[in-house]
């Protein structure tokens, strides 16, 4: 008989056990039981329940602890998930099993602004390529992630600066629609952050920050080990905090946003500034070859003990600490991971964010906080994404 | 046979009908069973424990509603709590039953500075006669709010800036040794906040920050109900979040802090620094005539139309605004909860904190976002404080 893949939790107790198996791996009956703190009646029964909805299977009897054996219980081998992380640029899908491990992934430069027909198109294809690689018709669910706000209970995005043409589109409808399994929509901020309790450095941590610099800048929180997304699901929009009274026009249609600052994107039309003033040498070259100037540029140029980079990097590092400082003050977190695009210019950029939050803080709240670079690459959203899935699977 | 007063909720169905008798008030057994989602039977063995505990009691039939009668249930005449509400310059003391209404308060001058051996003296002397009215020997349990900083696992504070003396004293146990009984003890804005929740205009808000704004500057974040005390327990402390790059030195050793620009000590000496340079009559006739100023003065010059020190209140206004204009694009919260010492200048202060905030922050954050002031007097300290002691003691 082949068993139904349309199954989900159906209340507290199966919660934790797919929880349990999907975070620490295969677990006895009589280990589950006493993890979750019921009799091994019930933890028997709600086994017996997943099973027969295709959650989880039976894998033989436990090693013994003295005593009669107990079986042991491992997630569905059937269980796939679709991971989809949309950037600006490109995308990375992925599909995993219950545990969330990658089991295939595809990436491929797309540019954001083509709008959510032709890149979703994109995404679906590379999802049918991974699922074909692993022999999979249907998912049982996917996540998925993209660089703008997103209304989460929706599914849509919503107003997104850098999206034109996303704006209510159906993405999660759509998904769900092509790939003829439940979806879910959130912004990249939080399924990175996703990703990174799952697989990175917050492993673990029940209160963090995960902080990414992309070409904007944003803030994925967990609290108590689960996301918060806020009363309107826009909570972490952090890049439009206020660093100065004046300074460049954001996106946004106000003036003095950190992003304005310190994004990516502003970091290149600093760094073409600096090329073009005849400031900075290495920028001045790194222009003449490229024609135009990224952020990761900077960071070449830092390489080459370029002291206009340097400057540019160290102002950027001290806005962003001095935004991170009163959110350490604000929300008195126990981990703060920074990542996203800035691979090359990470350690000088840490650096001076370490500086300035340390300096600005408050004592006890800095006292025992490691501020650290996220380590995973393009393969944290595609978890992320899963992760997000398989919490709604996983849960009544 | 006199039940003993020393009973605890003992599991999660038993805090869920604690928190409802407390909230709601009398329910029958059958509504109980309905709203928690367990058997009648469930729900009749927990209200006979309880009632065993001395928690519950029995309260007649309820009305009606076809077929069998149920019981009605409340919360047990003979609970009794204490709230004590610590502030710089005074405190307040009252005893409430388990719905927390307040039977009996005091409220005394009484300066922070004399250290906590006079000032708790002066609070368990209140509290004995709060007692002594309503007829109580041992309250069940007693919250404690103090205007500083506090180790919530430890019950102490914490290097509290403006309380010489206070310091590691073990300020919750003294109280719980005095009267025999449980205590907590939390900062004052944290009680605050838990005081607005149950009996202000934040009743009923699951997400929604309190922002005390007196002679210091803080913030009490409740999330999903709960208050969120951060990972060493001093979320909130806005206060130091940096405003200005430059600026008045704080207490903390900083510059440019929020409360070294826009709290009640703050505006008291701008108000001072107005008056005597001549450019407000009216504060330079309150300094005549008073010998100092404080910041409810600027709200009566305010109240005579004088320029000056309209302008202060709205630079005043305007920085906190902003920096309420950050926690909004971080948090998204859904309402927001202005209190403290503003009387008199409230409304003032409140227009420009709004003008800022909704200026500032994303249009999807704050869409539905009320910013309110408080409207609970000195008693919000006293029940937030039996508020916290009445969640521990309700829980398991």
Redesign the interface.
Known sequence: MRHSLAGRAENAIQAQILAQLRDEGPLSKAQLADRLEVSRTTAASEVARLVEVGLAQEAGPAASRGGRRSTLVDLSQDIRFVGISIGATGLSVGVTDGRLTVLATRTRECDIRQGPETVLAVALELAREVLAEVGVDRPMGAGVGVPG?VDFHRGVS??PPIMPGWGGYPVRDAVSRELGCPALLDNDVNVLALGEQHAGVAKGAR?FLFVKIGTGIG?G?V?DGQL???????????G???VEEFGPTCA?G?SGCLEAFSGGAALARDATAAARSGRSPALAALLEEKGELTAADVGTAVGQGDAQAVQLIRDSGRQIG??I???V??????LIVIGGRVTGLGHALLAEIRGVTY????P??T??LPIVLSELGDEGGVVGAARMISESIYSP
Chains 1, 2 share one sequence.
């Open positions: 706000p919503v107003s209160d803030c929180i609290i918060y997304r806020g009363v309107n699901g826009c909570a972490g929009d952090i439009h905090i206020r946004c106000n001095q935004v400082a009163g959110l003050s604000f929300f008195n977190p126990g300096r600005r803080s408050l006890l709240a006292g025992n």
